[in-house]
Structures are given as C-alpha cells and as structure tokens.
C-alpha cells in the first residue's frame, strides 16, 4: 500500500480569493484525513455562480487580473482587455497547494468556538468566518477540524483536474498498453485521473508522480 501523502480540496471562489490573498489560513472541514500532519492539498476552486442583472446573465468567477492579483467577482472586469489568457479563469481548475501543518478539533457551544488544542490562536479571524458561518455549515452536531494552511503556493498557470491521480488506483490499461495509463483513444485513464471534483476532499498521489 503507498504512503498517503496528499490530498485534493473543493474550495468555494470566495474562500479561494481570501487564502490567495493571505488573509484566510485556516479551512475548517467536518472531518480530516487519516494521515498525520503536515501533508500536502491542493486547492480547487469549484464552479462559478451565475446571477442576474439588468436582465442579463453574469458569472460570479475567480480570476486573475492583468496585475496578478487574484479576485473573486463579476468577470465582465476583465471583458475589456485584449488576449485576456483563458487560464486567468480559475473556476473549475486546481488554482495552488499549500501545507496543512496542523488540525485541530472544534466544537461550538452557546455561541463559543471551543477548540481542543487551542494550537492557533482566534480560529475565527484565521477562518474569515463567523460563529453563524461555521454553525450553519457544521449542523447540528456543531462539532468539525480546522486545518491551517502554511507554505502556501498559487500556480501560474492553473492545473486541470484530470492531471490528479486517484490514490492507489488499479489502472487495467497499464497492463495491456505499452503507453501506460491511456485508453485506446489516447485519453487518460478514468481508472486513474480524476474525472470530478470530491464534495469536499479526497485521498490524490502527489502531482510529481503523474510527470514520470
């Protein structure tokens, strides 16, 4: 069995905005992966939302500005600039990675953030998040893990998700085809890559291993 070194995290844009930017470094999850600390994640920003104004259909995307800033917002900001790159977009695509050094357990209670190691201090700011947010996302048991984030990394030139391995995936066509892991049109393996983003994590092989 291979060593679990990593894992793969749906982020929601906004939330996706606010750790590129430094300002969020702690992800709070309902539970947390069977491996000890520190490991690796890495960072998709899931889909965009669409609304509606002046009767016409806009997307709330992340992406990246000529200045290389990251921003959440209505794309038509960046509608005016010529050869605007396409990997500027970000939804739907592995944005970065960082290292989660630490996990600790937390409950709420009365309105309170109790957390078991106190390990960071205010979980709250850390978390851009309020006592409500982290209530009505937990549920009823109000109890989840924070993950902090350090040694963050925003790629350049974002990842699709089809280049992610599956943990310890059984791939047939390695052992039939010379070309490892493809299917006879040439297309990777969907034994073995990623297809579709988890809900909210899941188990990957570091990205180092897909180059060889």
Same mark, same amino acid.
């Given at each position: 069995?291979?060593? !679990?070194?990593?894992?793969?995290?749906?982020?929601? %844009?906004?939330?996706?905005?606010?750790?590129? #930017?430094?300002?969020? $470094?702690?992800? !709070?999850?309902? +539970?947390?992966?069977? =491996?000890?600390?520190?490991?690796?994640?890495?960072?998709?920003? $899931?889909?965009?939302?669409?609304?509606?104004?002046?009767? #016409?259909?806009?997307?709330?995307?992340?992406?990246?500005?000529?200045?290389?800033? =990251?921003?959440?917002?209505? #794309?038509?900001?960046?509608?005016?600039?010529?050869?605007?790159?396409?990997?500027?977009?970000?939804?739907?695509?592995?944005?970065?990675?960082?290292?989660?050094?630490? =996990?600790?357990? !937390?409950?709420?209670?009365?309105?309170?953030?109790?957390?078991?190691? +106190? $390990?960071?201090?205010?979980?709250?700011? &850390?978390?851009?998040?309020?006592?409500?947010?982290?209530?009505?996302?937990?549920?009823?048991?109000?109890?989840?893990?924070?993950?902090? =984030?350090?040694?963050?990394?925003?790629?350049?030139? %974002?990842?699709?998700?089809?280049?992610?391995?599956?943990?310890? #995936?059984?791939?047939?066509?390695?052992?039939? &085809?010379? +070309?490892?892991?493809?299917? *006879?049109?040439? +297309?990777?393996?969907?034994?073995?890559?990623?297809?579709? %983003?988890?809900?909210?994590?899941?188990?990957?092989?570091?990205?180092?291993? *897909?180059?060889?």
């Amino acid at each position: 069995m291979k060593e !679990i070194k990593a894992v793969l995290l749906s982020i929601k %844009p906004k939330s996706c905005e606010l750790i590129a #930017s430094g300002k969020k $470094t702690v992800e !709070i999850r309902k +539970n947390r992966p069977k =491996i000890d600390v520190p490991f690796k994640c890495y960072i998709y920003c $899931t889909k965009p939302k669409q609304f509606i104004y002046s009767a #016409s259909m806009f997307l709330d995307e992340l992406y990246r500005l000529p200045n290389g800033k =990251i921003k959440f917002g209505c #794309s038509m900001e960046v509608a005016g600039y010529e050869n605007y790159p396409d990997n500027y977009v970000l939804n739907s695509k592995v944005i970065g990675e960082f290292v989660c050094d630490d =996990i600790d357990k !937390i409950a709420v209670f009365d309105d309170i953030l109790y957390c078991v190691n +106190n $390990t960071q201090a205010n979980k709250l700011k &850390q978390a851009c998040l309020t006592i409500e947010d982290i209530k009505a996302y937990l549920g009823i048991k109000n109890s989840g893990y924070t993950w902090h =984030i350090s040694d963050l990394v925003i790629y350049d030139k %974002p990842k699709k998700l089809s280049e992610f391995k599956k943990y310890d #995936s059984e791939c047939l066509w390695r052992s039939i &085809q010379e +070309n490892g892991c493809k299917d *006879l049109d040439g +297309n990777k393996c969907r034994d073995c890559y990623l297809q579709r %983003p988890p809900q909210s994590w899941c188990y990957v092989e570091e990205f180092e291993r *897909l180059e060889e």
